[in-house]
């Protein structure tokens, strides 16, 4: 082979790695995976991005409440009206573009992953259905915050908040340390600990709701949303490349799968559970602090004097009902009233025929 030939042959193969590296790194990625969904929320398979400030209005409407601006994004079709999933659960891992989910219903590449909540998710669960009293639960262990609303604060009571609570479940009955492969994960390690104590949360979730399973049969929907950045400072202490941290990828991946499938079980496969990996936020996340058990009952919270709402959110559902049925009523009784006018007395009305009939006799 000439020189000349050879440099070619260096240049297409230079070419082939750009492009082959390019491609990776488009493919490769943060990711919303949908891991479990009932038959009526539809969602589309392909590489639609979504971005991350848009995933409060997409568990929205897959709970069929309503958005104040509309979701231009081709991922999720439109559902039945009266048929909306009981529960909606998510999951956002911190520290990971993607996990190896063995089985799940659609993936999608996440674009802008902004920090977000879904505190408007749950202000309108509390709102629609505050008779009720549904299941809110927003938690994230590493940062001991923790939010419950409704029936959540009777159920989820015994669950442990804080890191030190958490640590101590790990060495009671029912602990995930007797069950789970740790490998080169350490028992006594800061950042491995952390990681475990995500895990143990999980499952005492899934404990807990097994126990209290009339939860699940109301009329009311759940919503659940938990963050978990165990992954993260396992990332941070051993590096990603690390055993620590490819053990702990493969255990959680299993460990969610499993929670998902639980979660869609004990709801009678009427639930929506998502997992959001991050590998890193754009920009850091500002909340309000809140007391933990917190409810509110002022039914506007904006204002002092405890008005209602000027606008609900149900409204056009509302409005298309009292019109329609208006309408059918006044088609009723025009025709009712054409009949009559147009009625014979003599054939059509027994009355009249009895009263002729004794003239006669008479």
């Known amino acids: 082979m000439s020189l000349e030939n050879r440099r070619r042959m260096e240049a297409l193969f230079t070419v082939a790695l750009i492009f082959c590296s390019a491609f990776t790194s488009g493919v490769q990625g943060d990711s919303l995976t949908i891991l479990q969904a009932p038959e009526y929320v539809s969602f589309q398979k392909g590489d639609w991005p979504i971005s991350g400030e848009k995933i409060p209005d997409m568990v929205a409407l897959t709970m069929g409440f309503s958005v104040q601006e509309d979701l231009s994004w081709p991922g999720l079709r439109a559902g039945p009206l009266f048929q909306r999933p009981r529960a909606n659960v998510l999951v956002v891992v911190r520290g990971v573009d993607s996990l190896a989910l063995p089985q799940s219903v659609a993936s999608y590449p996440l674009e802008n992953p902004v920090p977000f909540t879904l505190d408007s998710v749950a202000e309108t669960v509390h709102t629609l259905f505050a008779e009720d009293t549904p ?47 740790l490998n080169s994960l350490s028992r006594n390690a800061e950042a491995d600990l952390l990681f475990l104590s995500e895990v143990q949360v ?12 009339h939860l699940a049969k109301d009329h009311s929907p759940d919503l659940y949303s938990l963050e978990l950045s165990g992954l993260e400072e396992l990332g941070r202490r051993y590096g990603q490349d690390s055993s620590q941290y490819q053990d702990a990828t493969a ?54 004097y405890n008005l209602a709402y000027k606008y609900n959110f149900e409204y056009a559902v509302i409005f298309n009902i009292v019109l329609w049925l208006m309408i059918i009523l006044a088609l009723a009784v025009i025709v009712i009233s054409y009949n009559l006018w147009n009625m014979d007395p003599g054939y059509d009305s027994i009355i009249y025929r009895m009263t002729n009939q004794k003239i006669r006799l008479d």
């Open 135 to 181: 299941v809110v639960l927003q938690l994230a262990p590493s940062e001991e915050r923790l939010y419950m609303l409704g029936k959540a604060n009777a159920v989820f009571e015994d669950l442990p908040v804080t890191l030190q609570q958490i640590r101590a479940r790990l060495s009671q009955d029912g602990s995930v340390l007797t069950s789970l492969p």
């Open 202 to 213: 999980l499952h005492d979730i899934t404990a807990l709701l097994q126990r209290h399973r």
């Open 251 to 304: 255990i959680l991946a299993n460990v969610l799968q499993k929670f998902g499938e639980d979660l869609f079980g004990l709801y009678g496969d009427s639930a929506v559970v998502e997992v959001v990996t991050v590998k890193n936020f754009e920009a850091p996340l500002t909340r309000k602090s809140r007391s933990i058990l917190e409810s509110k009952q002022i039914s506007n919270p904006g204002s002092p």
